[in-house]
């Protein structure tokens, strides 16, 4: 089991906005530079608004930190050279659905033909952890620990606050919009492979998806890598909030696989209560009470947040990354969600949103 969470890598999704009026830019012609310059770390996504990035394979959070950082300058630079920058946030600002062009692929015209209105509203970005695990079934069993941590995950990436120009009450508005798709969200407790393996052919059967891929979980066995793909964070303007986010993520991974290979119950957690603690965190991020799952109870966000650290800490021992995340996790909470820190950048500036965007913008290219 040790052999889990040994490597580990990052997929970021990013607006492409003007760099100077910081509005949504439809630009495929970036996305083309972008595979032409960085190959396999740059693709397009849904939106031609849109850019996606993925680390290589890495196994420290320092790897992570370098390639992200690379990355990150070198998609900024392409963005440039066409006129635009980069926005790694879960939603734009201002940015209105009616401004996308769908991405020419068969994949999104799949989407669009299955969701309709759906596929074209898809305004949002995330960030992805990969995990390796190996092995499918230990993936599978993993998944069912990670259940009742994932809210804490969210509220920590929180960054999308604003919903075409409106404040939408929510630090993760995106969690909100994601959620009309019927294949989004944390599903129930599988136990086993054979169950997950039932539901993904009835889902097949029924037309609902292609094939797994197709399941937007916050959390999913890839079915292009030998890993779990934690898939519940908004993208994050800040470098250091995704380094957290990343060990965090690989810390979970490993410590739930342990407890199911030793036969660990599960915490008894009805899915109705996952869904409330999951709507909680992207209600409020860092700013309010979170669900304790485990307690039963409302408490302040950052004793929720520092009650996992402590779960995870001998792990995060054993990989040698408990003095980085545990400062990573101070920070974050001194700081707060970049929901609040937007909101903060609005009543500074009478409600300016393009001071806002402009923001997000400055803090996507302090990597």
Partial sequence: MRDVGVTIGVEEEYHLVDA?????????EVVTAAIA???DEAQGEISTSQLEIATPVCTSLAEVRTALTRIRRSADEVARQHGCRILAAGTHPT???HEQRLTVGERYLSLFERWGLLALQQMITGCH??????DTELAVRTMDYLRPDLPVLLALSASSPYWESVDTGYASYRT????RWPVTGMPDAFGSKAAYDELVAGLVETGMIDDAS????DVRPSTKFPTLEVRVADTMPLLD???????LARSLVRVGAADAERGVPLPLLRSEVVRASRWRAARFGLEECLLDTRAHALKPAGEVVRGLLARLREDLEELGDWDEVS???EQSLARGSSAARQRAVALSTDADLRAVTAALVAETAQA
């Fill in 214 to 217: 197709h399941l937007y979980w």
């Fill in 37 to 39: 310059l960085m190959g």
């Fill in 129 to 134: 952890v990969h995990v390796n695990v190996g």
């Fill in 176 to 179: 909100q919009w994601f959620g």
């Fill in 95 to 97: 940015g209105t659905w």
């Fill in 241 to 247: 909030d995704v380094l957290l986010h990343t060990a």
């Fill in 327 to 329: 400062d990573l996790v």
């Fill in 20 to 28: 100077e009026t910081f509005e949504l830019a439809d630009m495929p």
